[in-house]
């Protein structure tokens, strides 16, 4: 039975902060080099949260710009989901603390925690509230400052991870309304939540002068098994959603992935034979902000007019879990 209502994305903003952490800076932490990273993850510069700042309000600065950008107020507003692994706390939800600053209450606020599959998670939440009519609109944000749980040590993760937030409203879509979501695909593979992982700090392994003193506190990742699991996983969400559709990759108008590495990116791409030019990137200029990568490259090609209303986007991620998922909506 179709859904009562269709859904759509009617707001974007991202906010990321102000300072900026280049491979040259990183050259003088680590043994590492400008070109070591470049070849391997196309990065160049990421942004890095200030110690006042934590995520709420990095989330708070690109969902005021969402907000105005749908032409909505806050009190418009019926739910809030947020897709973090780095949160102010660890309870409550930062969707709460996020409903405080906007003055607003009494209606659901929650964190997904799908590492950086969270936004992918949450807007597919999002989507089944508004086409069952249970809401109006409902502000989605991936937001992440990884910065703080990063092992500035370890040279292979420490110069991966940025920090910044995406924002969205997805509303309840006129009938005669060409943006609207299509479809959307999520799961996980639980067998390998080993992979990406942080150790300590939960009921597994509380908190320790050991804990902390063995960085167990930071991101631990398998790079080169996560690599091959999550081209593959992104590969089987997009498969799916466009044969269940009846396209094939000539009618998509633009793939954002999420922005890990560019190699991954361009083995997804050539995988799905799309051609590079629909492949949006911006990698060089945030790093990978996990669940944050997404919404800031869509709000991004939206605001630069690369993205135009009607055109078919497919978005897809990977993350802790390990989770995967993908969307398809016309802009």
Not at 41 to 52: K, Q
Not at 70 to 98: E, Q
Not at 227 to 245: E, G, H, P, Q, W
Not at 246 to 258: G, N
């Amino acid at each position: 039975m179709a859904a009562p209502y269709n859904a759509k994305i009617s707001g974007t903003g991202m906010y990321v902060p102000d300072k900026i952490l280049n491979n040259f800076d990183l050259e003088k932490i680590v043994d590492t080099s400008d070109e070591w990273i470049r070849t391997r993850t196309g990065m160049f510069e990421r942004h890095i949260a200030s110690e006042n700042e934590a995520a709420s309000d990095l989330a708070y600065n690109a969902a005021v710009l969402a907000l105005e950008n749908a032409n909505l107020k806050a009190k418009n507003i019926d739910m809030i989901i947020v897709g973090s692994i780095s949160g102010d706390h660890p309870f409550p939800s930062t969707a709460c603390i996020l409903q405080s600053k906007f003055g607003i209450k009494n209606f659901p606020a929650f964190d997904i925690s799908a590492g950086c599959t969270g936004w992918i998670y949450a807007a597919n939440i999002a989507k089944q509230y508004i086409e069952n009519g249970a809401a109006e609109n409902i502000l989605v944000i991936g937001v992440e400052i990884l910065s703080k749980i990063t092992n500035w040590k370890d040279r292979n993760t420490c110069v991966l991870f940025g920090d910044g937030a995406g924002a969205t409203i997805i509303s309840r879509a006129d009938y005669s309304d060409i943006s609207r979501f299509i479809d959307a695909e999520i799961s996980a593979d639980g067998s390998s939540y080993d992979l990406l992982i942080q150790e300590a700090g939960g009921s597994r392994m509380p908190a320790s002068r050991q804990s902390v003193k063995d960085n167990l506190h930071t991101v631990y990742m398998e790079g080169n098994k996560i690599f091959k699991l999550a081209v593959r996983s992104m590969y089987s969400a997009c498969d799916t959603v466009l044969k269940r559709n009846h396209l094939d990759a000539k009618s998509i108008d633009w793939l954002i992935t999420h922005q890990a590495n560019l190699r991954i990116i361009e083995s997804l791409g050539k995988k799905l034979h799309i051609d590079e030019n629909k492949v949006i990137v911006n990698i060089e200029k945030y790093g990978n902000t996990s669940a944050a990568t997404i919404p800031i490259a869509l709000d991004e090609a939206l605001r630069n007019g690369k993205i135009r209303r009607g055109d078919l986007v497919l978005m897809a991620s990977f993350g802790a879990g390990l989770t995967s998922g993908s969307l398809l909506i016309r802009a």
